[in-house]
C-alpha cells in the first residue's frame, strides 16, 4: 500500500462547479496534514493545514477522518487559476518533519 | 516574498560532471533542510533530510556518495550530484523547516526549485 494515495485524475470540471479530492494514509501516527497545491513545472506550495474539526479558508474546506485514515479537499466555485496538481501531503510518524507526499491529484477547470 | 532560494534554477551539465545546488533560508534560520527529487508526472520523494552541522540521512536508495549534501550553517544548505549522469536529470527542490518571525509553528517553506539536464 502507498504511504499516501491520492486519485491522479484529471478532474476536467466548469468555472463554478464544486469538485472534491480524497486521500487516504497508511501511517496511523501521523499527526500533521497539508494539502499543497503544484503548477507545472514549480515548487509545491501550502495550500492549507488539515485540522481534526476540518477547517475552511475561502473556496477551500479540508476534513480529516483519523479513524479511517483519509483526507478531503473541497473547492467550492472552482476559478479557472485553480488548475493546478493538489498534492495530499501527510507527516511521517508523531514528531517527525519528514514529510511524504502523494502522487496528486490534477485539475483542469474549463471556462 | 520567497524565504527560501535555490540555485541555479537551471543548470544542462555534460555527463561525468559535477553540479552543486545551493539552497538558503532568507528569514529564518532552518534547522533542518530537505531534499527532494521529482520526476515528470510523479511526485516529490524525499533525497535527505540535512540537520545544520551534522551529517544528513538519506533515504533508502539513495546513494550518499552520489549526493553530496552539507549544511554547514542555519541558512544554507548545499546538495552536489556528482559525475552526474543521464538518469539523475530530474527537478530537485529543497525545503527548509523553521519557524519564522511573527509564526508560532513549524512549516516548511520550499525553493522553486533546479532542474538539472545532464547530456
Known amino acids: 500500500r502507498k504511504e499516501v494515495e491520492q486519485d491522479p485524475g484529471p478532474f476536467n470540471v466548469p468555472e463554478g462547479a464544486t469538485v472534491a479530492f480524497n486521500c487516504t494514509y497508511s501511517n496511523s501516527a501521523s499527526q500533521s496534514f497539508f494539502w499543497y497545491r503544484q503548477d507545472c513545472r514549480k515548487e509545491p506550495k501550502l495550500l492549507m493545514s488539515v485540522y481534526s474539526s476540518g477547517n475552511e479558508d475561502g473556496r477551500f474546506t479540508a476534513q480529516l477522518n483519523r479513524a479511517s485514515q483519509y483526507i478531503s479537499l473541497l473547492i467550492r466555485d472552482s476559478k479557472l487559476s485553480d488548475s493546478a496538481t493538489y498534492l495530499c501531503?501527510?507527516?511521517?510518524?508523531?514528531?517527525?518533519?519528514?514529510?511524504?507526499f502523494g502522487s496528486g491529484t490534477r485539475l483542469l477547470v474549463r471556462p | 516574498g520567497a524565504v527560501v532560494s535555490q540555485h541555479p534554477s537551471r543548470v544542462i551539465c555534460k555527463s561525468g560532471t559535477s553540479v552543486k545546488i545551493e539552497c538558503r533560508s532568507l528569514d529564518f534560520q532552518a534547522t533542518t533542510m530537505f531534499w527532494y527529487r521529482q520526476f515528470p508526472k510523479q511526485s516529490l520523494m524525499l533525497m535527505a533530510t540535512?540537520?545544520?552541522?551534522?551529517?544528513?540521512?538519506?533515504e533508502q536508495g539513495v546513494e550518499k556518495d552520489k549526493f553530496l549534501i552539507n549544511h554547514a550553517s542555519l541558512t544554507l544548505s548545499t546538495l552536489t550530484v556528482t559525475s552526474a549522469h543521464p538518469e539523475d536529470s530530474s527537478f530537485y527542490i529543497c525545503?527548509?523547516?523553521?519557524?519564522?518571525?511573527?509564526?508560532?509553528?513549524?512549516?516548511?517553506?520550499f525553493g522553486p526549485g533546479t532542474r538539472l539536464t545532464v547530456t
Open positions: 525545503s527548509a523547516s523553521g519557524v519564522r518571525q511573527g509564526s508560532s509553528s513549524y512549516e516548511q517553506y
Open positions: 540535512s540537520n545544520e552541522g551534522s551529517k544528513a540521512t538519506y
Open positions: 501531503v501527510v507527516n511521517w510518524g508523531d514528531s517527525s518533519y519528514k514529510l511524504i
